[in-house]
């Protein structure tokens, strides 16, 4: 008797559990709302422009020729090039918290306020505390437009060269 | 089904179906209490008081609060503030109940930790005690979330992204709890569901039991006497109420009780009426934004030595020290190794213990609430270190202590 009781309340509870579980999660509507297309052709060479997707703020930095000259292999395997621009893209979200960083024209890098992090103009950090680079969000290029949530031929590639690990 | 016969009068008739006469003596009447007790241990009937107050105005708040990202700035700072007959009343008797209950908290337990209170034979009264805090805490900062300013929505992104445990990167576990990729009406809505129902039940689960594990132990005193209660309380049941060293708790110790309630509620209703600024933080004033931060992040005051644990460290070690700071004073009675329940005071390297711990708190809570530059980074990082330092002393400070 025990035991068939025990079997129909472990059931239940699994079922009631995994229940919860999915009322918690992201509606398909949040979900679907996943997609943004950013216009590239208005961005101006260092100046930060700031686009949204999924809620979050989106980091658009157009590189000057210097700057890109300026790299090193690391750096520049974060870049993407849109039309033979050197762009950085990436979620503008400090990796440590979840702070936005400040973009600083005149020092090319990004600073956290925040917590004191700071990160260069490709978004990989270069002060403790955020443990990783600036996230780059699945993009997909189409001619001067990028599409965010969409995982391209660059995205892939750059996934493979475990840019994004 | 018991024998009932007609009753005599109105407490007859409730007596019988309900044993009132009985209760009242397990509840109060003859519930003991030590006569050697100061002011300290009336924070308990402060604080259950202070409780009292946050669902009677949360209540009131509830009324026209409303849980939607677009409505809810306005519904606090317009409706309840400007329209509502009174709404700024509950409001900041709300406000200032939710940091008071904080202060109240801290100084039960400094009480608890300096007189011993949580020694061998009270340690249930320890861990439900902290059960208590972790609600309260949990509870204060749902509630944090409510108004959706500035500081709502970034301290909700801030706590939620600690979930993704540093480096394991479990940002699937965030967006869980947020139901969104950010802090959105799913997370609003369920913060709100937390606040006003979830966790007040756990509250009141929690305080029954916190009540309860005081039964057998019974409340410990200020000199760390250990005495038969029974005794105590035939010889106070005989008469002999100046020999004994209990007296009831209703409505003898009460009264005492109530006094202290009466002082602490002058000084509350001072605050709401002339101080309520200090509960409200000013960027919480902005409406949230997701697309602008703050210039500085800090929680309110009751939180920032936890803070302070967590900022000047690494990330992963950050988080592992924050963690320890939340568990490790569940563990007190068994990190003091001491046999001794007597005050800080006569225990020798303890005193030092309890001070030394009392000001690392302070610097913390100070060092938090800077932003993190220079010196104030530093002096921190030094205090963080100094709190785990602390708790790894103290069962050798404890071990060799002698008996009193």
């Known amino acids: 008797m025990g035991k068939v009781f025990g079997a129909v309340a472990g059931v239940g509870a699994v079922g009631a559990l995994y229940a919860m579980k999915k009322s918690w999660d992201p509606l398909p509507s949040v979900k679907a709302a996943g997609f943004t297309t950013i216009d590239l052709s208005a961005a101006e060479p260092n100046k930060l422009m700031v686009e949204k997707w999924r809620g979050k703020p989106i980091f658009v930095l157009k590189k000057t020729p210097e700057m890109v000259a300026k790299q090193s292999a690391e750096q520049t395997a974060r870049d993407i090039v849109v039309n033979g621009d050197s762009f950085l893209i ?28 700071e990160f260069d103009s490709s978004g990989i950090e270069t002060k403790a505390p955020p443990p990783s680079p600036m996230e780059i969000p699945p993009f997909n290029v189409k001619g001067n437009t990028v599409v965010l949530g969409e995982e391209g ?7 493979e060269a475990g840019v994004l690990a | 089904m018991a ?8 407490h007859d008739w409730l007596n019988q179906r309900l044993a009132i006469d009985t209760l009242q003596r397990v509840l ?52 309840i503030m400007r329209e509502v007959d009174f709404g700024w009343l509950w409001r900041h008797v709300h406000a200032v109940a939710a940091s008071v209950v904080f202060l109240i908290i801290y100084i039960h337990m400094l009480t ?26 949990a509870e204060a900062f749902s509630g944090y979330m409510l108004p959706w300013g500035q500081m ?45 129902l979830l966790i007040p039940l756990a509250i009141l689960g929690v305080i029954g039991l916190h ?28 008469g002999n109420k100046k020999e004994s060293k209990v007296i009831a708790f209703a409505n003898d110790f009460l009264s005492k009780d109530m006094f202290v309630v009466s002082i602490y509620l002058i000084f509350f209703f001072y605050l709401v009426f002339w101080h309520f600024g200090f509960a409200m933080d000013p960027i919480n004033f902005d409406p949230a934004d997701g697309l602008k931060t703050p210039p500085h992040i800090y929680p309110e005051w ?97 071990r060799n202590e002698k008996r009193v």
Not at chain 2, 3 to 8: L, Q, R
Not at chain 2, 41 to 61: E, N, R
Not at chain 2, 126 to 134: K, N, T
Not at chain 2, 165 to 179: D, K, M, Y
């Open chain 2, 28 to 79: 109060s009447k003859e519930y003991w209490i030590p006569k050697n007790i100061n002011f300290l241990w009336a924070m308990g009937m402060v604080l259950a008081f202070t409780f009292g107050i946050l669902l009677v105005s949360g209540i009131f708040l509830l009324m026209y609060y409303q849980p939607n990202v677009d409505t809810a700035f306005d519904s606090v700072n317009y409706t």
């Open chain 2, 211 to 238: 009540f309860g594990a005081l039964r057998i132990p019974h409340v410990n005193n200020q000199d760390g006497e250990e005495f038969d209660f029974d005794e105590e309380a035939a010889k106070y049941k005989a």
């Open chain 2, 302 to 398: 009751y939180f920032l030595w936890s803070y302070e644990i967590l900022r000047p460290f690494p990330k992963d070690p950050g988080l592992v020290a924050f963690g320890f700071a939340q568990v490790i004073f569940f563990l007190l009675p068994w990190f003091d190794r001491s046999p001794n329940a007597v005050p800080a005071s006569r225990r020798g390297l303890f005193f030092f213990w309890f001070w030394a711990m009392v000001v690392d708190l302070i610097i913390l809570t100070a060092m938090g609430k800077l932003p993190p530059v220079g010196v104030y980074s530093l002096i921190g990082e030094v205090a963080a270190y100094g709190f785990i330092a602390l708790w790894v002393i103290l069962p050798f400070i404890t």
């Open chain 2, 152 to 196: 709502s929505y970034w301290a909700g992104m801030v706590i939620t992204n600690l979930f993704s445990l540093g480096s394991l990167e479990f940002n699937g576990l965030v967006e869980w709890i947020r139901g969104d990729y950010v802090p959105g009406q799913a997370f609003l809505d369920r913060f709100f569901m937390l606040h006003v």
């Open chain 2, 3 to 10: 024998h009932f016969t007609k009753a005599t009068s109105v």
């Open chain 1, 90 to 117: 990436c979620i503008g979200l400090c990796t440590h918290l979840g702070c936005i960083p400040a973009y600083r024209e005149a020092k090319l890098d990004f600073k956290c306020a925040c917590h004191g992090g």
């Open chain 1, 153 to 159: 031929e660059a995205y892939r590639k750059m996934k």
């Open chain 2, 112 to 137: 608890g930790i300096y007189y011993g209170s949580y020694k061998k034979g009270r340690e249930m009264i320890w861990i439900s005690g902290m059960l208590l805090f972790v609600a309260f805490s």
